[in-house]
């Protein structure tokens, strides 16, 4: 099973996505609204509960391994589960299901803001805690062992979980005026995570990263060969393996999808490396690429529609 999580602002826009004009797909929740526009206007309880709270929504989509079979009670209680294991034991959620693919899957629109405190569900970790309720609950049920992620980014060592459990703690009872301090190493998969969204190359990559003053260094070999690659931020340097798999110089090929061409690209590497202020002129470069091949697909689809 795969867990995916995201924050927004707007309960009714997300209502009105998942609900896909038929009613049929809501199968469960806590509340009594119908459709998306009954649904929208129940939540604003919880949000009065705490208006200062931007980022109210709560929205998980659970996919199905293909070889599993999830019926709507099944799906109901997994969700119920889920929930209640990541600390949404008292708040407003709705359950929707689709179906109609190949890809059996649940949405659940649920409000961050607790109907009991007002308080909001503390979100520390929450990707790591996603992925061992999520692995507990395919073991409860029978269901196809996905294999964890969790060993493509190394994850803070204790002392960090618990400086940063300590700190939320303080934050959320008035006793920090700042939220915790992620840790450099999480500030710097971060940043490699971003840098590498759309699939760029890596010169593109580790221009992305320079812009922001993270020091990049790639080695290689007289044939061209890669050495390895480090990151370096704030004055802490950490190679590839301390990241974790996915930063390494194949694992951000493998898992992160960079695209590295030996030919093309160690060249331009070394440049950037010896060269920081490269950066950005490549990076304006590949933007005006990207507008260029958009202007051709926008004057290409207008002559198809002559």
Known sequence: MIGKQKKGRGFRGLLDYVEQDSDDTLIGGNMFGQNARELAKEFKISRQLNPEVERAVYHVSLSAAPDDCIDKELWKEIA??????????????AIYRHSNTDND???????????????????????????KVLREIEKDYGLFQVKSRD????????????????????????????????????KLQQAINKATLDNPTLPLMIARLQIQGIEVRA???????SKGISYCMDSQAFSGTNLGAA???????K??????Q?????????KLISNPNLALEIAQRYHQQQQHLEKQKKRSFGDIER
Do not use: C
């Open 80 to 93: 119920q589960k889920y929930l209640n294991k990541m600390g949404f034991d008292s708040n407003q959620y």
């Open 105 to 131: 899957h649940i949405h659940i629109v649920a409000s961050r803001i607790r109907l009991d405190t007002g308080k909001v569900v503390h979100d520390g970790w929450d990707y790591l805690r996603s992925e």
């Open 151 to 186: 060993k493509q980014q190394k994850t803070p060592s204790t002392g960090q979980v618990k400086r940063i459990e300590r700190e939320q703690f303080e934050y959320d009872n008035g006793l920090r005026q700042t939220p915790p301090e992620k840790s450099i190493k999480q």
């Open 219 to 225: 080695g290689f070999t007289r044939t061209g060969k």
């Open 247 to 253: 930063y390494t110089f194949n694992g951000l090929q």
């Open 255 to 260: 898992h992160l999808g960079v695209d590295y």
């Open 262 to 270: 030996e030919e093309r690209d160690s060249e331009p590497i070394k």
